[in-house]
């Protein structure tokens, strides 16, 4: 059921307020990928340096939100969508507020990734799918799932029983089974330069 007699607050500290304060650009920068591609290592990593570079920024990781927020979805294709729909308003939240917003999510679903671009001013979500084998990603995997959604302990796991569609437009690629991580990070961070994010 969907709420009823709501009316949407215009704030009076808007987002250009903020990024004037701020001395930069607040943006969504989405990572996508297979699990154990580096989306959640690049993430931070970028947001070490930004975050000394004087940046708001803030990343929003899939295992964190979903102990909190999420906490209450499983990984069924519905609740997925789900898990990302919420991940969407919240980056749109942030984004508002001024924060160099990084998420890193799986996010398998195509259409789902494109639902959340909408909500961002166009120009603002910067999609970047971190490309790696699955061969590759089952050699990272510290915590095993990959092994236990082999042996069919864990279903519906993204890359062995579960579909992952490949972003067809993202903004950038990073090919993390070849770059190494000093060089994905500079090739975010030379792109988020070239887009006035930041001088």
């Given at each position: 059921?969907?709420?009823?007699?709501?009316?949407?607050?215009q704030?009076?500290?808007t987002?250009?307020?903020?990024?004037?304060?701020n001395?930069?650009?607040?943006?969504?920068?989405?990572?996508?990928?297979?699990?154990?591609?580096?989306k959640?290592?690049l993430?931070?990593?970028?947001?070490?340096k930004?975050?000394?570079k004087?940046?708001?920024?803030?990343?929003?990781?899939?295992?964190?939100?979903?102990?909190?927020?999420?906490?209450n979805?499983?990984?069924?294709d519905k609740?997925r969508?789900?898990?990302?729909?919420?991940?969407?308003?919240?980056?749109?939240?942030?984004?508002?507020?001024?924060?160099?917003?990084?998420?890193?999510?799986?996010?398998?679903?195509?259409?789902?990734?494109?639902?959340?671009?909408k909500?961002?001013?166009?120009?603002?979500?910067?999609?970047?799918?971190?490309?790696?084998?699955?061969?590759?990603?089952?050699?990272?995997?510290?915590k095993?799932?990959y092994?236990r959604?082999?042996?069919?302990e864990?279903?519906?796991?993204?890359?062995?029983?579960?579909?992952?569609?490949i972003?067809?437009?993202?903004?950038?690629?990073?090919d993390?089974?070849?770059?190494?991580?000093e060089?994905?990070v500079?090739?975010?961070?030379?792109?988020l330069?070239?887009?006035?994010?930041?001088?």
């Amino acid at each position: 059921m969907k709420s009823t007699n709501i009316i949407y607050h215009q704030a009076s500290v808007t987002r250009d307020r903020r990024n004037q304060s701020n001395k930069h650009q607040s943006i969504v920068i989405w990572f996508t990928g297979l699990s154990g591609s580096g989306k959640s290592t690049l993430a931070h990593v970028l947001e070490e340096k930004l975050f000394n570079k004087g940046c708001s920024t803030y990343v929003l990781d899939g295992d964190n939100i979903r102990h909190g927020l999420n906490s209450n979805l499983d990984f069924s294709d519905k609740d997925r969508k789900e898990n990302i729909r919420r991940i969407g308003e919240v980056s749109k939240l942030m984004f508002q507020a001024g924060v160099i917003v990084m998420t890193a999510f799986i996010s398998p679903f195509g259409d789902d990734r494109l639902k959340v671009r909408k909500l961002i001013p166009k120009g603002n979500f910067i999609e970047i799918y971190c490309k790696a084998s699955l061969e590759i990603c089952e050699k990272r995997d510290v915590k095993g799932l990959y092994k236990r959604a082999r042996a069919g302990e864990i279903k519906n796991y993204t890359g062995i029983d579960s579909p992952y569609e490949i972003p067809e437009n993202p903004e950038l690629i990073i090919d993390t089974d070849k770059e190494s991580l000093e060089e994905s990070v500079f090739r975010v961070y030379s792109f988020l330069e070239s887009r006035g994010v930041f001088k």
